[in-house]
C-alpha cells in the first residue's frame, strides 16, 4: 500500500509578462487501489497539476509538498520519479526522432527495473499487450510517437502504463480525441492496470464520458487551480448534467464549500 | 522532426519549390548552359568527351551560370581563381581554418598509406605519369586541384575482373604531420568484380586528398571513407566515381573527427543502367566543421541513384553543412534519384545546413525526389524519455544512436558496423561532460 500525497501545492510558470500562479493551493490524497478523478474546465490547471507531479522543469513550485511514502517527490529528478513508481500519461505526448518503440520500450523498462527484462518474455508482453490495445505490431518498428495519430499516441501511453507497473498512474486527458471504440480499449487497458490492485490513479477529464468506463472513487471539481468541490461518483453525474457553469458564473455566484473525500 | 520537406517530382506534375533549380512547368532543360546551346571546349582531360560530356571546361573556360554541370574543372592549378569564400561551393567553409589547402604549394609528406588486402587484389604505388590517374576524376575546385598538383606518388588499388572478394580491403592512411600536404588513391574495380573498400583516415594530418574511383562494367563496389582524424586536422577529399554500365556502386562517408573536414563525394554515369548510393554519418562536436557536398551526374538513361546523409551536432560552434547536387541532364531518361539529409541538433550553438539541389532537364523520368529535415532534439523529448525513468545521458544516447543507425546498418559489414556504433558512442560520451 502506497501513499501519494500533494499538500497545499501552489505552482506557477514564467511567462513573458512574468510569474503567473497556476496552482493556487492543491490538496490530494491517492492511495494504492484507488482511482481519483479530476475534472475542471479548460484552463484550470489539470496539466500543470500533472506535469508538476511528474516534474516538467517548466512549472515551479513555490509552496507546498508532494511525497511519495514520505519520500519528498519534489527533490527527485524527472527520471527518479518514473523510477520511483510515477507514471504520466501525457496529454499531449511528444513524438521523439530517431528512436524505435521497441528500443524505447526496452530501455525504459531496464531503467524502471534497475535490470533488463527477460528478452523473450518481455518480447512478449510487448506483443500481448500491444494486441489487447489494438497497436498494430508494425508500431513496434517506428520511432516513438512520429506520425502516430492523436488517439494511437493515447494508446501508446496507456501500452507503457501496462508495461511498467507504476504505483500512481495520472492520467491527463487520456480520453481526448478518442472515438467510442478507442476510449473503451484505452480504458480497459487502465482497469487491467489497476485490476492489479498495486496502481493508484489520477484521472484528469474535462468530460464525464470516460467515467461511463472507468469508475473513479472520488471526484474532484478543480476551477482556477483549485479545487472547489469533492465527493463520490455521484458528483460526476452531476457535472455531466450541469456543466461546470455553477462553478464559473459571475463572481457573487457562490462556490459549493469543498467536503473532505 | 521538427521541419521535413519531402519532394518526389514526376512527370507530369513538375514543383513548385522554388530550390529546385531549372524545373519548369514542361520540367525540362532550364539549365543556361543548355538553354543557349553552348558547349565548351571538351577539356584535354582523359574524361573529356565521356562522363563529363560537354560539360568540364579545362583550360578555366568555366560557365558562369547555376547550372551544377558548368563549374569549372580543371587538372590545372592555375585555372582556378583564388578563393574568396564567398563561391557557391565554398561559402560555408571557414577558409582560414583550411591551414593553406588552398593557397599554399602541398609539399608536407602526405599520411602513411598501408593496405591489407585479401588474395587477388593488387595494390601498387606509382608515379603521376601512371595512365591510371586521371581516369575517374577532373578537379572541381582549387583545393583539390592543388592536391593535383603535388601530389608525388598515388596508391592504386585494383579488384580484378570477375573476382569477388570474400573480406574487405582496408586502407589506413596515416597522419603523422601538420605540413600541408596532397594524396592520391585510385581504385579501380574491373568489369564484373565485387569489392569493398575501406579508407581509414586517422591521425594528425593537413591534407588535401583526390580518391578516384572507377566502375567498369557490370562491378559492385563499396567505398567507406571514415574520418576519424585527431582534433587537429583538417582534410578536404574529393571523391570521385565514374560507373560504368550496369555497375553497382555503395559510398559511405563516416566524418567524426578532425577540425575541418570537407568530403565531396561526386558519381557519374558513363554508360547506362546504373546505381548509386551515397550514404553519409557524421557527429559534430563543439568547434568542428564537417561539410559534405554530394553530386549525382546523370549523364546517361535508365539509371538508379539514392543518397542519405544523416549528422548529428553536439556542443558550440559545432557547424555541419550538407550540399547535395543532382543533375539529370537531357539524355538521362528513365532515371530514378532520391536524396535526403537528416541533422539532429543536441545542443544550443550548432548550426547544420543542408542544401539539396536538384536540377532536372529532362521530364522523362521515373522519379527524382529530395527531403532536408533539421530536428531538435530539445527539452521536450529529453522530458517525455525522463518521465519513463531513463536517466538523461542514457536518454540521450538513446536518441543519436538510432538516428544515426540507419547509416550504419547500410555498410552490412558487421566488424566494421560494431567498430561504428562504437566510435558514435565514443563521441557521445565525449559530449556529456
Ligand atoms: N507555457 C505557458 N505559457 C503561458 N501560460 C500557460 C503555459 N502553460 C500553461 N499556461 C496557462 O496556465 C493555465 C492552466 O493551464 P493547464 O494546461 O494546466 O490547464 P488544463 O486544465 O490542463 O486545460 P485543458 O483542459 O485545456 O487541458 C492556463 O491558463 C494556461 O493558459
Ligand atoms: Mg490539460
Known sequence: MSTLEIKDLHVSIETEQGTKEILKGVSLTIKTGETHAIMGPNGSGKSTLASTIAGHPRYTVTSGSITLDGEDVLEMSVDERARAGVFLAMQYPVEVPGVTMTNFLRTAKTAIDGEAPALRTWTKDVKAAMQELRIDADFAQRNVNEGFSGGEKKRVEILQLELFKPKFAVLDETDSGLDVDALKVVSEGVNRAHATGNMGTLLITHYTRILRYIKPDFVHVFVDGKVVEEGGPELADRLEEEGYDRYLSGAGAAVAPAVQA | ?433
Open chain 2, 1 to 433: 522532426m521538427t521541419e521535413t520537406t519531402t519532394e518526389k517530382a514526376r512527370i507530369g506534375a513538375p514543383s513548385a519549390q522554388p530550390y529546385i533549380n531549372g524545373f519548369t512547368e514542361e520540367g525540362e532543360n532550364l539549365s543556361p548552359i543548355n538553354a543557349d546551346g553552348t558547349v565548351a571546349a571538351p577539356s584535354s582531360g582523359p574524361l573529356a568527351g565521356d562522363s563529363a560530356k560537354g560539360h568540364s571546361h579545362g583550360g578555366g573556360v568555366g560557365v558562369p551560370d547555376s547550372s551544377r554541370a558548368g563549374r569549372l574543372t580543371s587538372y590545372k592549378l592555375e585555372d582556378f581563381k583564388a578563393l574568396t569564400g564567398l563561391e557557391e561551393d565554398w561559402r560555408f567553409t571557414p577558409l582560414r581554418r583550411l591551414r593553406g589547402l588552398h593557397t599554399e604549394a602541398l609539399s608536407g609528406a602526405a599520411p602513411s598509406v598501408s593496405v591489407s588486402a585479401p588474395e587477388g587484389v593488387t595494390v601498387e604505388t606509382v608515379g603521376r605519369d601512371d595512365n591510371r590517374i586521371g581516369t575517374a576524376g577532373i578537379p572541381e575546385d582549387r583545393v583539390s586541384a592543388n592536391a593535383w598538383a603535388n601530389f608525388k606518388e598515388a596508391t592504386v588499388i585494383t579488384v580484378p575482373a570477375e573476382t569477388s572478394l570474400d573480406s574487405e580491403v582496408s586502407v589506413v592512411l596515416a597522419g603523422n604531420g601538420s605540413e600541408a600536404s596532397a594524396q592520391h588513391v585510385v581504385i579501380v574495380a574491373e568489369k564484373f568484380s565485387k569489392g569493398l573498400v575501406v579508407l581509414g583516415h586517422e591521425g594528425s594530418a593537413v591534407v588535401s586528398e583526390n580518391v578516384e574511383i572507377v566502375l567498369e562494367d557490370g562491378a559492385e563496389l563499396t567505398v567507406v571513407s571514415l574520418q576519424e582524424w585527431n582534433d587537429d586536422s583538417v582534410h578536404a577529399s574529393s571523391q570521385q566515381a565514374k560507373i560504368g554500365r550496369d555497375a553497382k556502386f555503395k559510398h559511405i562517408t563516416v566524418s567524426l573527427g578532425g577540425n575541418l573536414v570537407r568530403v565531396t563525394p561526386t558519381a557519374r554515369f558513363a554508360a547506362p543502367g546504373g546505381e548509386v548510393e551515397l550514404f553519409g554519418l557524421y557527429f559534430a562536436d563543439a568547434g568542428q566543421h564537417l561539410e559534405h557536398r554530394t553530386y549525382v551526374d546523370h549523364a546517361q538513361p535508365n539509371c538508379v541513384s539514392n543518397v542519405l546523409y544523416k549528422g548529428a551536432l553536439q556542443g558550440k560552434d559545432a557547424h555541419t553543412v550538407w550540399v547535395g547536387d543532382v543533375l539529370i541532364q537531357k539524355q538521362a531518361e528513365g532515371t530514378d534519384s532520391y536524396e535526403k539529409n537528416q541533422n539532429l541538433v543536441l545542443t544550443d550553438g550548432c548550426r547544420a545546413d543542408s542544401v539539396p539541389n536538384l536540377e532536372i532537364e529532362t521530364g522523362l523520368i521515373e522519379g527524382a525526389g529530395h527531403a532536408s529535415a533539421t530536428g531538435r532534439f530539445d527539452d521536450e523529448h529529453l522530458f517525455y524519455l525522463m518521465a519513463r525513468g531513463i536517466p538523461e545521458d542514457v536518454a540521450r544516447r538513446l536518441v543519436v544512436r538510432g538516428f544515426l543507425n540507419e547509416i550504419i546498418q547500410k555498410i552490412k559489414v558487421p566488424a566494421l558496423e560494431e567498430r561504428l556504433t562504437e566510435a558514435v558512442e565514443r563521441e557521445l560520451a565525449a559530449g556529456d561532460n
